[in-house]
């Protein structure tokens, strides 16, 4: 099965929603992040060097030879120009019950490079960050926003990050954080994400360039399939419906199996369907995204099960003959 992520993906149920709520033209949760700076050039940077270092008018230069106290003692004179740029952030409490051994052993061997009490607390508030997603996404970011805080270069960290960005509703942090997972683990596994963060704040066009930068043939069947469903998206967005339903056409759409994907895959392929007032075949998507769904739910408590037959039942006529013959046969046996 494929391997669990300290969070939950970007996609579920509800992508058709999503899907059909930007087509409406709500908006997204309003965005947060701030703006990304810029370094300045090196001729910019050296004139600013010159000012920082021009004394001001009525001071003096310090004596020779002044010692490291002193210029402490001149530092603490000026709190004003040392105060830190870094806002306060309190971090969220953990409860006692939960353990760095609740983040999966996957995630937890990305943070040995840390301390082992760093480690430790930057564990817990990703295991409470996976915890919480679905029920307090705003907590969820709260605890990830605190393991940032403390382990800001750890892939992980800020994949978690960027998904719980995502969760509620800050699209431009979310996209941040992805390219930043990105360049340290060299990661394509949340570029569906990244493809839905842009349809997030408004760029369907970029999100389609992006998408199509990947070698979709080395990515593995659970990102592929969420990639088919964030493509279809923004070619909706685009009312390039047609194009919609030819980015579900993957090797992953298998109507006779139910694999992790294919309930939201299933269902993103009704919601197109019925875009193109094929109400019937929609309704037949529907119903297997449905069937798909509580078959993957039966299984989850018998083992580590990749894919699921699925057979829909129909009832069928019953013979009464037959029934009291084989009532007969049983009588004399």
Known sequence: MAEEHPTKGPRGGDESRRSSDRRSG???????????????????????????????????????????????DDRQSRPEELRSVRPAFDEPIIPDEVTASDLNAAARNQLKTLSKENADEVARHLAMAAEVI???????????IAATRRAGRIGVVRETAAITAYAIGDYALALRELRTYRRISGSDDQI????????????????LEVGRAVDRGALAPAVRAEL??????????????????????????????????????????????????RNDEARVWQRRAEVAEDALNAANGSGDLEVVIVEEVFEQPVDEHTVEEAAASEDQD
């Open 26 to 72: 709500s908006s997204p949760r309003p965005n947060t992040g701030d703006r990304k700076s810029f370094p300045k050039r090196d001729g910019q940077k050296r004139d600013d060097q010159k000012k920082a270092f021009t004394p001001r008018e009525g001071s003096r230069p310090p004596r020779a030879g002044a010692g490291r106290d002193e210029r402490r």
């Open 192 to 207: 569906a994400l990244m493809v839905d963060s842009e349809r997030g704040v408004g760029r369907p066009d970029r999100a």
């Open 134 to 144: 679905d029920t307090d996404p705003e907590l969820a970011h709260r605890h990830a």
């Open 228 to 277: 088919a469903i964030a493509m279809s998206g923004a070619r909706l967005d685009l009312g390039e419906t047609e194009r919609a339903l030819q980015e579900l056409d993957i090797p992953e759409l298998d109507p006779d199996r139910a694999f992790e994907w294919s309930p939201a895959l299933f269902a993103a392929r009704a919601t197109v369907l019925e875009e193109l007032g």
